[in-house]
């Protein structure tokens, strides 16, 4: 995917709200596209946080396992959503698991660019401080 499909894209997504040209460009160019297939997994709960996902297209099902095994669907995201910010505010592990619905492109974010970019990392988290709070009037 091109650099500047990336940098359009972005500039959409809520948790990039506030952020210069600049800094959108210089997030554009850490970013790696990833698809994966029907019924694959993003990440698994007790996985470490290490990314963030944004959804260029498909769909992503948020899910928990319950102590018998069974899954407890959570949300279902798609364009534009975002899973895995949590990384940038807990080291514990994955609290649920994230599995692709249909064949699904993602772009994604390693936290550890954010060590190197305070500036950017501050907005984001302002957003994301935003974002868990409306989840969890919603949930």
Do not use: C, W
């Not at 660019?113 to 935003?130: D, E, Q």
Request: net charge positive.
């Amino acid at each position: 995917m091109k650099e500047n499909t990336i940098y359009d894209f972005i500039k959409k997504i809520e948790l990039f709200n506030g952020l210069s040209s600049e800094e959108l460009l210089v997030l554009s160019q850490n970013i790696k596209e990833k698809t994966f297939q029907e019924n694959t997994f993003l990440f698994y709960e007790n996985d470490s946080r290490k990314y963030i996902y944004i959804i260029f297209n498909g769909e992503v099902e948020l899910f928990k396992k319950t102590p018998f095994g069974e899954e407890k669907r959570l949300a279902i995201f798609s364009k534009q959503d975002f899973l895995g910010e949590g990384s940038l505010t807990e080291k514990s592990p994955h609290s649920t698991n994230a599995r692709a619905m249909l064949i699904t492109t993602t772009l994604v974010l390693d936290i550890s660019f954010f060590n190197k970019n305070g500036t950017i990392a501050v907005k984001v988290l302002s957003n994301i401080a935003r974002v868990i709070t409306r989840r969890m009037r919603h949930a």
